[in-house]
């Protein structure tokens, strides 16, 4: 796995928002949920469900409207690359970022076996 400069600050970012408890369980709740996929007359592909921002908050928090750390949490989360988040009408909706996750845990896993020792 080649890694540029570019690559390393994405990942420092990422592991960065990791660093926080309520990002964890946030990312953890993510990944707990299944989403559906349809596919369009295009082929392209769209989340028929997502995980709403409502229903972070009550997982994480408990409580029953977006409060304004779960929203900051969430924006962290988003400009560090690991989660996308998209409107759908009022609402919206949350999802891993696979590919940054994967990115992350591949710098990791080389770090713990390197290839040149």
Same mark, same amino acid.
Request: charged content about 25%; hydrophobic content about 35%; overall charge neutral.
């Given at each position: 796995?080649? $890694?540029t400069?570019? /690559?390393?600050?994405e @990942?420092?970012?990422?592991?960065?928002?990791? &660093? /926080?408890?309520?990002?964890? =369980? @946030?990312?953890?709740?993510?990944? &707990?949920?299944?989403?559906?996929? /349809?596919?369009?007359?295009?082929?392209?592909?769209?989340?028929? *469900?997502?995980?709403?921002?409502?229903? $972070?908050?009550c997982?994480?928090?408990?409580?029953?409207?977006?409060?304004s750390? @779960?929203? !900051? !949490?969430? *924006?962290?989360?988003k400009?560090?690359?690991? $989660? *996308?988040?998209? *409107?759908?009408?009022?609402?919206?909706?949350? &999802?891993l970022?696979? /590919? =940054?996750?994967?990115?992350?845990?591949e710098?990791?896993?080389?770090?713990?076996?390197?290839t040149n020792?």
């Amino acid at each position: 796995m080649v $890694i540029t400069p570019t /690559d390393l600050n994405e @990942i420092a970012t990422a592991c960065k928002s990791l &660093s /926080d408890p309520t990002r964890l =369980r @946030i990312l953890q709740y993510l990944a &707990s949920c299944c989403e559906e996929v /349809d596919v369009d007359e295009k082929g392209a592909a769209h989340r028929t *469900k997502g995980v709403t921002a409502g229903s $972070i908050c009550c997982e994480v928090t408990g409580g029953m409207k977006v409060t304004s750390n @779960i929203s !900051h !949490h969430l *924006k962290e989360l988003k400009n560090a690359g690991l $989660i *996308k988040m998209r *409107k759908d009408g009022r609402m919206v909706r949350c &999802s891993l970022d696979r /590919d =940054r996750l994967q990115q992350v845990e591949e710098f990791v896993q080389n770090l713990l076996n390197p290839t040149n020792c």
